[in-house]
């Protein structure tokens, strides 16, 4: 079971259906704007980097997420990422800007991990790393490192494994969070498996791939969002609001709790039925061709093809990291394992099928403290050049398994989760 609790510190914002693009067609989500708060305009002052870079609207709302962190910096992580953006701006250049760029929470945390890529390189090599300022729509990596006589050019990837549920989860709180309604309230969300059998359990999992792909999901989260405002805006809404999810393989049942004239004062509190199918498993079932056909390797796939770091080049290692950090897994730290390292290197060599798109694919968790996987080489003869790059660069670092949760600790999850802990940052 999960347990997370969403706590509004806004007022009323709009909730509109938008498409957001980025690069190819991978990112299509609700657009949510933020209303300019007072704490935002405080908060600004205390990080003089993002003030300088990022002109903060003087009232309204704004559908950019640095709006949303700079609103709500009493989230002590909110806070430790605002002051990593002030503290790195300057010195990542186009990298450090994206960030404050992006309009949705899945885009925050990819342009994260670049920025966290190039922070853990330069911490290690100094200047010889350079964040990369793309001209126009020419195709660019983004970071270069010079190392001895070579030029390291970086591209780092953060996919989003089972796209359609990972918005569905994401997306639930969040519309209820921000509905154009004029008053506050708590409510009580319960996602669970369809009853189909006399007798079912509703407790019993429920398999995340049964969510429909993006596009039928986010219209799904589109009529949700308009059946919830519907429900909360007449004068005496009903006790509960229920729905089939996306899929009709979970239903979805909001019940109020409280109602509150005031429309900043808003918390969700949801629980979920507990889930099968884990990121891990794509790399522990079945066989190469298997991993390589399963959403995660058609992503992977097309990202290879994209060539980024541009064709071969003599004196040009081409590095492609892709982070994991957005894997749906109870287990971060797969990556490092041995099992997992030999699935990799063979589904990357199916992936590449010798055209040589990089010369070396590298896994990785990216975050404050970065760790890898084994690197997957597709020209070998790269492995003997630059292989003190690995070490010298830091991006040997295995992960660690998490310590295990004490009983203190799990009650307190289960009793008030951070609503804003639901991003990696």
Known sequence: MEVRHFKSTSRKTDLSSKSARRGNKAMSVLA??????????????RYPAIGRAFCLPD???????????????????????????????DVSGPIGRKVLKVKHPFQLEQ???????????????????????????????????RFDACTIRVEVYTPVDLMGFQLFKRYVPMVLKYLDVSCGYRLDVKIQPVQEVPGYDQATLYYPYTIPEENETHKWLAEFAEGARQWLSKESPKQALRMP?????????????????????????SIWATRSTDTKLFFEVGTAQDTAESPWGRNLKNKLRRQQCGEPVEGVLRMLVVNFAMADSGWPHFISGEKFGMRFREVIVGLDGGKQHYDVVLPAQLGYECCFGQPSWINARWEVKVGDFIAEGGLDRACIPPPDSTPKEIEELLSVSDPEAESTN
Do not use: M
């Not at 009232?59 to 790195?88: A, P």
């Open 32 to 45: 949510i704007s933020y209303p300019v708060t007072e704490s935002a305009k405080q908060a600004i002052d």
């Open 245 to 269: 999810g996306p899929g009709g393989k979970v239903d979805i049942v909001v019940k109020i709790a409280k109602l509150d004239d005031d429309p900043g004062n808003r918390q969700i509190c």
């Open 111 to 145: 342009a994260a991990a670049e920025l966290e890529t190039f922070v853990h390189l330069y911490e290690r090599l100094g200047t010889a790393v350079q964040a990369v300022e793309s001209a126009g729509n020419s195709v660019s990596p983004d970071v270069e490192v």
């Open 59 to 89: 009232s309204g709302r704004s559908e950019f997420e640095i709006v949303r962190l700079l609103s709500n910096t009493h989230y002590g992580h909110i806070h430790r990422f605002l002051e990593f953006i002030d503290k790195w701006l």
